[in-house]
């Protein structure tokens, strides 16, 4: 399996302030992708980080809310810009290894609350 | 029309007692993969299990098997031997073909188990 790590776990933020959320993924990883889960709700693919150059945002996302970065390959960062209440979830990274069965393995996920 | 459907938001089981989570899918891809996530409170999401749209048997993973109904369109997760550890989310995802960007999660089903 995939070795997957994000920081920070968990942040109480202020509206109006931006956070940068950290991922460092294993080199068997390839593609690497962003979710967000909101409170009791299931996954929604946010954008798909690509290395050297813009992510591939999913529709509803744009990338002056989520600027996102994948300067080489094991390394991705997700800012949620601007934050309001709403933005309050759990911010998932993932990636894919192109292995075995395909499973996308997920890093522990960072629980943002705005207050 | 939804891509996986769980229908059971909750559920309970009692310790060393068998359970199963129930999970449909739609598509008309003859390639697909199923796959079954844990999430405890912490918030990481924990792989459990595969199945793929061709193989000839139903998958297992220690106390973890797959009932693959293609028919039916239905891979619900049998748990045995329930422990109180397993209590938490269980999410039910599908990749449909080489859609590796493109996985979709079901509403998820809370699983308590009670000792």
């Known amino acids: 399996s995939a070795v997957i790590s994000q920081k920070p776990s968990r942040d109480i933020c202020q509206r109006g302030t931006s956070l940068t959320i950290q991922c460092q993924v294993d080199?068997?990883?390839?593609?690497m992708f962003w979710y967000r889960q909101q409170p009791g709700q299931s996954l929604t693919l946010i954008a798909t980080?690509?290395?050297?150059?813009?992510?591939?945002?999913e529709s509803g996302f744009v990338i002056d809310k989520f600027p996102i970065s994948r300067p080489n390959l094991t390394f991705s960062t997700l800012t949620v810009s601007n934050m309001s209440p709403e933005d309050s979830s759990i911010y998932l990274c993932?990636?894919?290894?192109?292995?075995?069965?395909?499973?996308?393995?997920f890093g522990e996920g960072s629980r943002l609350t705005v207050l | 029309a939804q891509k996986i459907t769980q229908t059971q938001p909750g559920m309970f089981v009692q310790e060393k007692e068998a359970v199963t989570l129930d999970c449909t899918y739609d598509?008309?891809?003859?390639?697909?993969?199923l796959f079954w996530y844990k999430q405890p409170s912490s918030g990481e999401m924990i792989f459990l299990i595969y199945?793929?749209?061709?193989?000839?048997q139903n998958a297992t993973e220690g106390r973890y098997s797959l009932n693959f109904q293609k028919a039916r369109k239905s891979a619900n997760l049998v748990i045995s031997a329930s422990q109180l550890g397993d209590s938490a989310m269980y999410f039910c995802?599908?990749?449909?073909?080489?859609?590796?960007?493109?996985?979709?999660f079901g509403s998820g089903t809370k699983l308590n188990v009670k000792p």
């Open positions: 993932s990636g894919l290894t192109g292995l075995n069965t395909g499973e996308l393995f």
């Open positions: 080199s068997q990883v390839t593609m």
């Open positions: 980080a690509n290395q050297g150059s813009e992510a591939t945002y």
């Open positions: 598509t008309s891809d003859p390639s697909y993969g």
């Open positions: 199945q793929g749209s061709y193989d000839q």
């Open positions: 995802a599908m990749r449909e073909g080489d859609n590796f960007n493109k996985f979709y």
